[in-house]
């Protein structure tokens, strides 16, 4: 569930179609994925699951599996 | 949209993205903080109420040097934001030294005065108020934070110029809480304070400029009757039975309804209703009973009869010469307002909503967001013109010819020359005139200013009047000599109001400018038109006068005509006073 939500997150924020986000998008792979742009991501990212993602783990979101791991710890 | 999520705004955006044609609408961001997730959300508003942006974010905190590059935009944007301006400051604020906050001071002040000389001549900007709202308040005495923040925003309100529109941001702030707007994890690690929330709320309520700016502003509030204008239905409960009792529980909310119909038709706004009624019993209700705010002459046109309101509401803007775009219909009925989103889309439906407490905010949200509320003299004349515009029609069934028709209305054209008494109406008639207009060039107050005051370039506004009424200034004609060859002129704009046409206003108007170009020494006028979803009724307007077609390409149609052959259509029953002060 959250992991789809996270991808329809992650295709509006980076313009790119929502087949081509997948367990192994990252940083590394998304061009489109730049500071501002991630800025983005984590502001789309608390509004859509209603939570606060702590200063920390901003900088470490680097890629799926991560977003996916702290989203799940958040909303539990 | 303020329901909407930030991710469903990307996504709607993305789709809208490349479905409009017309020219991009050139804005600029200047800011001090991040606010590049402000963009898609802005682009949206803008795509959604079919205006094609092209925004462009400029270098961070880099405003006084950027101002000077996007003084051309059609509209800049700027977030000066007080956080980042204070951290310019080592010492704790509190403790500095009146001659240090001083020459601070006078810092910001020379750097504003920059902005506001490079942004003078843009046609609108857009100009956030500093906030002082993330600073603690000092309730003993003022805080120097405070005091600071109100100096500057004093010097703002005092320099600005007069294109600028300065927004409250303390106001948004305010309705939606500091929290919901502000996020300082953000601000300290990426400069970006404003939230999602925030930016969805600042894009929502510039809307209205971005309308006026795009001539999308609405002309006509069309009502229903029953249970929108009052609570009840006068076919069944009778003139006893309906409600709008300002004493009564719920006619308290019909009463503040009709008020607004009031005030808007003050302001030049075009009431009508459009009821399925028996139009005797309607109009009985506006004369006679005892709680009626909005009365008989408060409405310009109404169509009380069992017929479908999408066939009304056409009808309406038929008789009004006004597009149907320019319509707001409000209704009660699930049924009503599909059927009009179904059929005439462009039309603006407002639902009375369930919870009837709410209807008055939501119509006046409505209101400021749609209507031209700081009208002119001519629009205050409006509702009066419109309704002796069917005096006319009505007299044109008792002669035989047209023409006799014409001669008899009495019919006077005054010429004015670059008079700078009119530049508001100028530039208001460039920005909302789609139906007569030639090339729908739109332009504000600043560069009618310009053209009237460059001595290469005229501005010609024609006042009718006959003897049903004043119209008012209803016709414009900006002239531009040539770059390269001093004996041509160019007719940038030519336009007019459409509720003087039809009388052959629109030839003598020409003959006149033409003479006038004559009399300035050019021997040959250039003219264009430029097709527009709306103004095919002058796609052959130029021939009609005897213009020469010279090219015609991707809907620009180019002419030319030489003066020394031109002969007028000399019309004589049309008197011109003219101040040819050549």
């Not at chain 2, 606010?35 to 795509?47: D, P």
């Not at chain 2, 320019?326 to 603006?348: A, C, G, M, Q, W």
């Not at chain 2, 029609?393 to 035989?400: C, H, N, R, T």
């Not at chain 2, 004043?470 to 414009?476: A, F, N, P, Y």
């Amino acid at each position: 569930m959250n992991n789809s939500r996270i991808k329809q997150v992650m295709s509006a924020v980076f313009e790119v179609p929502l087949d081509s986000i997948n367990e192994n998008s990252s940083t590394d792979n998304l061009e489109n994925w730049d500071s501002l742009r991630h800025l983005n991501l984590i502001l789309a990212l608390e509004e859509e699951f209603g939570v606060s993602i702590p200063d920390e783990e901003v900088g470490n979101l680097v890629n799926f599996k991560l977003i996916e791991l702290t989203i799940n710890e958040l909303v539990k | 949209m303020e329901n909407l999520k930030y991710t469903e705004i990307l996504q709607l955006n993305k789709q809208l993205s490349g479905t409009i044609s017309s020219a991009p609408y050139q804005i600029g961001i200047l800011s001090n903080v991040t606010v590049n997730a402000g963009k898609e959300i802005l682009e949206y508003v803008c795509r959604k109420n079919q205006i094609e942006p092209t925004i462009e974010i400029g270098n961070f905190d880099n405003i006084v040097q950027d101002a000077a590059l996007f003084r051309d935009k059609n509209l800049v944007m700027v977030f000066w934001d007080t956080l980042n301006l204070m951290d310019q400051v080592s010492e704790f604020f509190e403790d500095l030294e009146e001659d240090t906050m001083a020459s601070f001071k006078q810092k910001i002040y020379s750097e504003l005065s920059m902005v506001f000389n490079n942004l003078s001549s843009t046609p609108s900007v857009i100009f956030n108020c500093f906030s002082s709202a993330y600073y603690p308040i000092n309730v003993i005495s003022e805080s120097k934070t405070h005091r600071f923040v109100s100096e500057l925003n004093r010097y703002v309100k005092e320099n600005a110029p007069s294109n600028f529109v300065l927004m409250d941001i303390d106001a948004i702030f305010q309705q939606h809480g500091l929290s919901q707007c502000y996020d300082q994890r953000f601000y300290l690690s990426s400069k970006a304070p404003y939230t999602v929330n925030f930016l969805k709320h600042y894009m929502v309520s510039i809307e209205p400029l971005l309308l006026r700016n795009n001539g999308k502003l609405k002309k006509a509030l069309i009502l229903d009757c029953d249970n929108t204008l009052w609570q009840g239905i006068i076919g069944e409960d009778g003139l006893e039975g309906i409600d709008m009792a300002s004493s009564s529980k719920k006619g308290v909310f019909f009463h503040k309804i009709q008020q607004m119909a009031v005030f808007l038709s003050k302001r030049g706004i075009i009431i009508g209703l459009c009821s399925k009624n028996n139009e005797a019993d309607v109009l009985e209700a506006l004369r006679t009973h005892k709680d009626a705010v909005l009365k008989e002459e408060n409405i310009v046109i109404h169509k009380i009869n069992w017929n479908d309101k999408a066939a009304n509401l056409k009808a309406i803007a038929q008789e009004l010469n006004i597009g149907t775009d320019s319509l707001v219909f409000i209704d009660d009925s699930d049924f009503e307002i599909n059927l009009i989103r179904e059929k005439l889309p462009e039309v603006h439906c407002i639902h009375v909503p369930a919870l009837i407490s709410d209807y008055p905010q939501q119509l006046l949200k409505n209101i400021y967001k749609l209507f031209n509320l700081n009208p002119n003299k001519d629009d205050l004349k409006k509702t009066e013109m419109y309704k002796q515009q069917f005096q006319r029609e009505s007299a044109k069934d008792q002669f035989g010819s047209i023409d006799d028709y014409l001669a008899s209305l009495g019919i006077e054209l005054t010429v004015l020359v670059d008079d700078a008494a009119y530049i508001p109406r100028i530039s208001q008639l460039t920005q909302k005139t789609n139906q007569f207009n030639l090339t729908t060039l739109r332009y504000t107050e600043n560069q009618i200013e310009q053209f009237m005051e460059h001595p290469k370039s005229f501005t010609a506004s024609m006042f009718v009047k006959d003897k049903f009424g004043d119209s008012g200034l209803t016709g414009v004609c900006i002239l531009k000599e040539d770059e390269g060859d001093p004996r041509v002129i160019h007719i940038d704009s030519l336009l007019m109001s459409c509720r003087i046409l039809g009388r052959n206003i629109e030839y003598v108007f020409l003959d006149h400018v033409i003479e006038l170009a004559e009399k300035k020494g050019y021997s040959t006028i250039r003219a264009q038109f430029i097709t527009t979803k709306k103004n095919a009724q002058v796609k052959d307007y130029y021939e009609k006068i005897g213009f020469e077609l010279l090219r015609e390409s991707e809907g620009t149609k180019s002419y030319s005509l030489n003066i020394s052959t031109f002969k007028p259509r000399n019309i004589q029953y049309i008197k011109i006073n003219t101040t040819l002060n050549v």
